[in-house]
């Protein structure tokens, strides 16, 4: 084999895998279609990536914790597009007629110094804490915004976990 027939053999079978994941990802996409965002994180070495998909409306938001050029990710954003395409070839639904999907990756936000970004144990218990309040009150309470009226706590026996403002007056 020459090396440019071995160069055409690898892009053939990658190209290959490439239709295998999107294949994969759009029966994913078809599993979760009563769902409005479908979340996908990755963890790399050095960051974290999440992908924040909108099958009907064709979009992907894209949220880098380092901000890197969309050219570190491309690949992966052409197999949803691939994916989304399998996905609407199969006859879901679609509340617009764009051709290839819309990717949000620009945010704008501030750029700390190093020295300013790093996390000691105090910053992660504040976290920690300030993620335990949200769920307490917005998450958890029957009157708030995020409240699952479908979840374990909406049911009859959880009432005094989920509206404790009754019991409290």
């Known amino acids: 084999m020459t090396p440019e027939e071995r160069k055409a053999y690898i892009a053939q079978r990658h ?3 490439v239709l295998d994941v999107a294949t994969y990802v759009a029966i994913a996409l078809e599993s979760t279609q009563d ?3 479908v979340y996908a994180p990755y ?5 974290w990536i999440v992908f924040l998909l909108y ?3 064709n979009e992907d ?3 880098d914790s380092l901000d890197k050029d969309s050219n570190t990710y491309q690949e992966f954003l052409r197999i949803l597009d691939f994916a989304f395409k399998r996905y609407y070839q199969r006859g879901r639904q679609r509340k617009n007629s764009r051709e290839r999907i819309f990717v949000r990756n620009k945010w704008p936000l501030p750029k700390f110094p190093m020295s300013e970004r790093q996390l000691d144990d105090t910053s992660i218990q504040n976290i920690q804490a300030d993620m335990c309040y949200f769920i307490h ?8 915004q995020f409240f699952d009226n479908e979840g374990v706590l909406a049911l009859w026996e959880n009432e005094s976990l989920s509206n404790w403002t009754r019991r409290i007056i």
């Open 15 to 17: 190209h290959e895998k």
């Open 35 to 37: 769902k409005e965002c």
């Open 43 to 47: 963890a790399f070495d050095d960051h």
């Open 55 to 57: 099958p009907k409306f």
């Open 61 to 63: 938001i894209v949220l």
């Open 137 to 144: 009150r917005e998450c958890a309470h029957q009157l708030r």
